[in-house]
């Protein structure tokens, strides 16, 4: 039986850390961090900021020596954490490290971030190429992402105004994105994972133009998204609650939406708890808002690959399944 934890990743330690972090510094954000740039007006422009990576999914480029998918994940991460915010992004950097540069793979590489810029649409302004001998494994480097969006603090989307009675909406994934690659080596191990490789590189999906198609559709009719998670490392059970006030917690309705035959798979091939897929997957959901009931219809055509998959109850904070 595996778990996230005896792959590597210990969730519970990264959380206490997290903890730590948001005692000494109580102005990060959730997502992102807002920063307003206007001091003394009554509605300041605020620059909004968000970084990562793309995890062990490198070792998986590593085995297929597939370098043009990369780059989109490192750029969603980034970009999909800006608009849960409510910021409009505007532009990216990048770290790429290595201990040998090889100039044909770093192209491929560079091809996939300027795509992942195109979709998030926002700008390529630059970076760090690091080249440092001795230091990684050979054919191996590390991607580190860095995202700047802006959004005035009125129209911020902080989960502030979620009540008991909201409707969640989820936006389907594309597969894994970039997240449970530890585990999931673990369970394609050597030719298997050469063999599901392609699948597995499928980029993350960068949901900027469903976000703004959502926002300004239902701005038109004096509607707004009240709350937006992206579903990341912790799955569902981690990251829904990041943007709920005090007193409220998420259903989730498992059924709502289809999951992507790879998850199933991953755990029965490596035996893992149900529980563990929903704290260490996206499960099939990339994206999820919440939107006041009055809201849901238009929301649905807005974008129709949206489902309704849960709703917000009073409750001690965290996501109950049923």
């Keep these: 039986m595996l778990t996230y934890k005896k792959a590597g990743v210990d969730i519970d330690l990264a959380d206490r850390l997290v903890e730590y972090i948001a005692r000494r510094t109580p102005g990060i ?54 608009i849960c915010a409510g910021a409009k992004p505007l532009f990216f950097l990048d770290y790429y490290a290595m201990g040998k540069l090889e100039l044909e793979r770093s192209k491929r590489l560079v091809d996939g971030i300027i795509e992942g810029c195109r979709q998030a649409e926002m700008a ?43 409707v969640l909406l989820g936006l389907p994934s594309s597969g894994l994105h970039s997240n449970g690659f530890s585990l999931v080596r673990r369970v394609f191990p050597g030719r298997h994972l050469k063999r599901r490789g392609p699948e597995l590189l499928t980029p993350t999906r960068i949901y900027v133009k469903d976000f703004r198609r959502l926002s300004e559709g239902l701005a038109k009719k004096g509607q707004a998204v009240l709350a937006l998670a992206h579903i990341t490392g912790g799955g569902l059970p981690e990251n829904l609650p990041r943007v709920l006030p005090k007193g409220l917690r998420a259903v989730v309705t498992k059924g709502a939406w289809a999951v992507p035959d790879i998850f199933a798979e991953v755990q029965r091939l490596g035996r893992v708890p149900e529980a563990e897929m929903w704290r260490t997957f996206n499960m099939g959901l990339g994206l999820v808002a919440a939107v006041r009931p009055e809201s849901v219809d238009l929301a649905l055509k807005l974008l129709p690959d949206a489902r309704v998959v849960g709703r917000v109850e009073a409750g001690r904070p965290g996501v109950r399944f049923e």
């Design 124 to 166: 390529l302004l630059g970076g760090e190429t690091a080249e440092m001998p001795g230091f990684y494994p050979k054919g191996e480097y590390d991607l580190a992402g860095f995202a700047v969006g802006a959004v005035r603090k009125s129209q911020a989307i902080d989960g502030s105004k979620v009540i008991a009675g909201d």
């Design 29 to 82: 954000g959730g997502f992102a961090g807002l920063f307003p740039i206007e001091p003394g007006s009554r509605d300041p422009l605020c620059l909004v900021a968000s970084t990562d990576g793309v995890g062990t999914k490198l070792k998986v480029a590593f085995a297929l020596n597939r370098h043009d998918t990369v780059g989109i994940d490192l750029v969603a991460m980034s970009a999909n954490d800006l």
